[in-house]
């Protein structure tokens, strides 16, 4: 497979916010027909074979996952979205409802999960 007929792969896992926030950045910026989009949902036998698959290629597996060329593997949804508005000439700043979602819902569930972990630890110490 060359490069030049290399279609990039994301993968994509239910219920993520990370996830939806790859799939809405490739919706919003009409790229989701340039890339293969490998969905599961957790604890499926999909999942295990996705997991295996990705395996080789990197320290941790953890979703969202991309495959932005070959050999190149990324697991960080920001470094996914950067790769794509470059290669798209979008600007996600732009993006009303991408923006939306990382600024509202995303933003409010990372500040939810953080204060959870700071709970748990607290917990544990007392």
């Known amino acids: 497979m060359t490069s030049a007929t290399f279609k990039p792969i ?3 896992k239910e219920n993520c916010p990370f996830c939806l926030k790859v799939r809405l950045f490739l919706l919003e910026s009409g790229l989701a027909s ?4 490998r969905d599961f949902a957790p604890d499926s036998d999909r999942e295990e074979k996705i997991r ?6 990197l320290d941790k597996v953890s979703f969202p996952s ?3 060329e070959p ?3 990324v697991t960080e949804s920001d470094d996914i979205v950067a790769f794509f508005a ?3 000439g979008r600007d996600p700043a732009g993006m009303t409802v991408y923006r939306n979602y990382v ?18 630890k607290a917990a544990s110490a007392a």
């Open 34 to 37: 340039d890339v293969e989009i």
């Open 66 to 68: 991309a495959q932005l």
């Open 86 to 88: 470059a290669k798209a």
């Open 10 to 12: 994301v993968y994509l």
């Open 103 to 120: 600024d509202g819902v995303f933003a409010m569930s990372m500040k939810l999960w953080k204060e959870n972990q700071e709970l748990k």
């Open 52 to 57: 295996a698959e990705l395996q080789p290629h």
């Open 71 to 73: 050999g190149r593997y």
